[in-house]
């Protein structure tokens, strides 16, 4: 497969880790970075999911399960790519999420549950590549996903925190690792159609591309070509930078809830519990 916008090779030598490459945005980053050329691997909790989508995006794409909440699995995700290519030239912490609740709703576990995957899960792999791989090596480009708008988002207020402290760290590592050669900067996301959204009421994903000014929700390979710029040299140069891509989300104040998010009670539906 070749890049739709970017020449052939642009990233040919990269080594590049996907956290959450399995399954959407992760797993399309993932495609257009070998389509550039790196070799990837992926990461994620489940095996099978990850086993598929290595089959399926072909022999530079690797896997490794792990749980990024956790120091021993992130530096294993690490080790993994030494052991496999002898080097780690950029991270991608593309793993993340939150469920879809009213702010007063929120139980504190489930924020604590929020901040953990994704200020902590992000900051573990941060580290484990910087100490393990890119400060030994003399350079390095880390990439947080992050989440746009950034003036919150209603039924995300957990998330909405978690991504701005993952901003704020987004900047002070910039400043603190750049010594070292390492580069560290966001791409925040709007509102993306991948199938993780199938998991918000009906109500919620339809609403959703109401509220984006462009009048669609992203494509993955739109924030694909995104995470393959910021892995190029000029990423280098954006280190520091919350890269935003939403469709000019964040400039819509519009009322809440959005035209057709209410249900026939006037209330906004939340997300199911998962089971099991
Ligand atoms: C208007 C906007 C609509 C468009 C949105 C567009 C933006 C999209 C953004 C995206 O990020 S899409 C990607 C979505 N993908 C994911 O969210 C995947 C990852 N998410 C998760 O794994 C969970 O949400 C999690 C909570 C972060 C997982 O953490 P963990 O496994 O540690 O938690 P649990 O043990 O399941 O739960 C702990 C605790 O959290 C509370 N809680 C969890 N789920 C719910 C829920 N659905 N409703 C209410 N509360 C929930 C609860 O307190 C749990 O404790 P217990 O009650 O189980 O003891
Ligand atoms: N889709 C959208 O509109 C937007 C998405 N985002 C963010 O972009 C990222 C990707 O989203 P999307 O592809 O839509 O959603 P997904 O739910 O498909 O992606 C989440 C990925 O993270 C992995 N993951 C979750 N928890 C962990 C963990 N503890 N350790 C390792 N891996 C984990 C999951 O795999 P597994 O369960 O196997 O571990 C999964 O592959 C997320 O951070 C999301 O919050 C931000 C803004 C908008």
Same mark, same amino acid.
């Given at each position: 497969?070749?890049?739709?916008?970017?020449?052939?090779?642009?990233?040919?030598?990269?080594?590049?880790? $996907?956290?959450?490459?399995?399954?959407?945005?992760?797993?399309?980053?993932?495609?257009?970075?070998? #389509?550039?050329?790196?070799?990837? $691997?992926?990461? =994620?909790?489940?095996?099978?999911?990850?086993?598929?989508?290595?089959?399926?995006?072909?022999?530079?794409?690797?896997?490794?399960?792990?749980?990024? /909440?956790?120091? #021993?699995? %992130?530096?294993?995700?690490?080790?993994?790519?030494?052991?496999?290519?002898?080097?780690?030239?950029?991270?991608?912490?593309?793993?993340?999420?939150?469920?879809?609740?009213?702010?007063?709703?929120?139980?504190?576990?489930?924020? @604590?549950? !929020?901040?953990?995957?994704? !200020?902590?899960?992000?900051?573990?792999?941060?580290?484990? %590549?910087?100490? /393990? #791989?890119?400060?030994?090596?003399?350079?390095?480009?880390?990439?947080?996903?992050?989440?746009?708008?950034?003036?919150?988002?209603?039924?995300?207020?957990?998330?909405?925190?978690?991504?701005?402290? $993952?901003?704020?760290?987004?900047?002070?590592?910039?400043?603190?690792?750049?010594?070292?050669?390492?580069?560290?900067?966001?791409? %925040?996301?709007?509102?993306?159609?991948?199938? %993780?959204?199938?998991?918000?009421?009906?109500? !919620?994903?339809?609403?959703?591309?109401?509220?984006?000014?462009? =009048?669609?929700? =992203?494509?993955?390979?739109?924030? #694909?070509?995104?995470?393959?710029?910021?892995?190029?040299?000029?990423?280098?140069?954006?280190?520091?930078?919350?890269?935003?891509?939403?469709?000019?989300?964040?400039?819509?104040?519009?009322?809440?809830?959005?035209?057709?998010?209410?249900?026939?009670?006037?209330?906004?539906?939340?997300?199911?519990?998962? @089971?099991?």
């Amino acid at each position: 497969m070749t890049s739709q916008i970017f020449a052939d090779g642009a990233l040919e030598g990269q080594v590049i880790a $996907v956290t959450g490459g399995g399954t959407g945005l992760g797993r399309a980053a993932a495609a257009e970075l070998l #389509a550039c050329g790196a070799s990837v $691997v992926i990461c =994620g909790r489940r095996e099978e999911v990850l086993a598929e989508a290595a089959d399926e995006l072909g022999p530079r794409c690797s896997w490794v399960a792990g749980d990024v /909440r956790e120091a #021993a699995d %992130a530096e294993r995700i690490v080790d993994a790519c030494l052991e496999r290519h002898g080097r780690l030239d950029t991270l991608v912490n593309n793993a993340g999420g939150q469920y879809f609740v009213p702010a007063e709703a929120i139980a504190l576990k489930g924020w @604590r549950a !929020v901040t953990r995957l994704n !200020v902590g899960g992000t900051l573990t792999m941060a580290t484990a %590549a910087y100490d /393990r #791989a890119m400060r030994p090596a003399g350079g390095g480009m880390v990439i947080n996903v992050t989440l746009s708008p950034h003036h919150g988002l209603a039924g995300m207020t957990h998330s909405s925190a978690a991504r701005a402290a $993952v901003e704020g760290a987004t900047r002070e590592l910039a400043a603190a690792w750049a010594p070292d050669g390492v580069a560290v900067c966001a791409a %925040a996301a709007g509102h993306f159609d991948t199938p %993780a959204l199938d998991k918000y009421p009906e109500s !919620v994903r339809t609403a959703a591309a109401r509220t984006v000014p462009l =009048g669609r929700l =992203g494509r993955v390979e739109e924030h #694909a070509w995104l995470i393959a710029l910021l892995a190029s040299p000029l990423g280098r140069r954006l280190s520091g930078s919350v890269v935003t891509l939403d469709g000019a989300r964040d400039n819509w104040f519009g009322p809440w809830p959005p035209a057709g998010m209410a249900d026939e009670s006037g209330e906004v539906p939340t997300e199911e519990r998962r @089971r099991g």
